[in-house]
């Protein structure tokens, strides 16, 4: 295979969270996309000038489309920033991926006809032919739902891969990691063991000077599975009562071996950009060696582990008579309190 050019593009976020109605917000996404196509297209350009390389994967920030909940209800967050499976988002994404000849990776709020009552945050791939060939639901948030809280309902839809996808392309075996979720090591375990070679990471994170939990975190990722980490970071959040320049800068790729290729500065931003060598990924993996911590996994020592009672419930959401909750944001702080009562009670904290 031969090695192509990725890249974690920084942008701006344009809150919709003060819009009047779902028309605006719709406007707004249209927009945003609009943005999304011009800066594919001249960070192609660019680089193919200035490297010679093909830009072949974009991995697009966290929040790109409207930034985040401020107070709104799961129900109003649902009608008022939420993207279906097959809207005209994803269309209009699929119609950029073609168009510019690019793999295209983002994250969205997204609405699920199996679970009207919920949303889900959705890690998304999309080909270079306009198709969706990888949805990735967050599985641990503070604060929305997730799979987990509906566990039994998910698996009877998707299967244990609907839990953990991994899609495997032209440009390697590729999967997504959401957010936060690149703190937590058993999600990308979960995903390197299901062949994973590339994890794609959009996230919306404090920039700081200082070594941060999320930088810190992917080139653990990265090592600790042998894998490529492409992380993408939101710039400003504009329209958002947050500063609008807290999360800037750390747009990054990380090889296999845990070493930062390529890292952003502030504001909008493709220098977050570098060459993705599958096949030199594939012999690091393929030779037996003290480095190759993939192969020196011994994984069936965990299971006892993994299967302890007191930490974080699944099904929190399911009745007993199978009907979902939607929950008020408190629901979620609330759970996490009852996890810590019973962690004390176990003698474990």
Request: proline share 6%; hydrophobic share 40%; glycine share 6%.
């Amino acid at each position: 295979m031969t090695p192509y050019s990725a890249l974690a593009l920084q942008m701006d976020c344009h809150a919709v969270n003060g819009l009047a109605d779902r028309a605006a917000v719709e406007q707004a996404m249209s927009s945003t996309l609009d943005r999304v196509d011009q800066l594919i297209a001249g960070s192609k350009g660019f680089i193919g000038t200035f490297s010679g390389d093909t830009l072949r994967l974009v991995v697009l920030p966290e929040y790109f489309l409207t930034s985040f909940p401020m107070g709104e209800s799961i129900p109003e967050w649902r009608t008022k920033a939420c993207i279906a499976m097959d809207g005209p988002e994803y269309q209009r994404m699929g119609e950029i991926a073609r168009s510019r000849g690019v793999y295209l990776s983002g994250n969205a709020y997204e609405l699920d006809p199996h679970f009207p009552e919920l949303y889900f945050q959705t890690s998304f791939i999309i080909s270079d032919e306009g198709e969706v060939i990888l949805r990735y639901r967050r599985l641990i948030s503070m604060f929305a739902p997730t799979p987990h809280d509906v566990l039994s309902q998910y698996l009877e839809v998707y299967g244990d891969e609907g839990l953990f996808p991994v899609a495997d392309t032209p440009l390697g075996r590729l999967a997504c990691v959401a957010s936060e979720e690149i703190l937590y090591p058993e999600v990308a375990r979960a995903l390197a063991t299901r062949g994973a070679e590339v994890i794609l990471h959009s996230s919306s994170e404090v920039g700081s000077p200082r070594p941060t939990p999320k930088n810190i975190a992917k080139c653990a990722r990265a090592y600790e599975n042998m894998c490529y980490v492409i992380s993408s970071n939101t710039s400003a959040i504009h329209n958002s009562p947050v500063p609008q320049n807290s999360t800037q800068g750390h747009s990054q790729i990380v090889d296999f071996k845990g070493q930062v290729m390529t890292e952003a500065y502030a504001g909008e931003s493709m220098v977050g950009h570098a060459l993705i060598d599958i096949e030199r990924l594939r012999e690091a993996r393929s030779k037996p060696a003290m480095t190759n911590l993939l192969a020196r996994q011994r994984l069936s020592l965990f299971r006892s582990t993994y299967e302890q009672p007191h930490f974080y419930p699944e099904d929190n959401l399911v009745n007993e008579d199978g009907a979902i909750t939607v929950p008020d944001r408190s629901h979620f702080m609330g759970q996490q309190s009852a996890v810590i009562e019973g962690l004390k009670k176990a003698g474990l904290i």
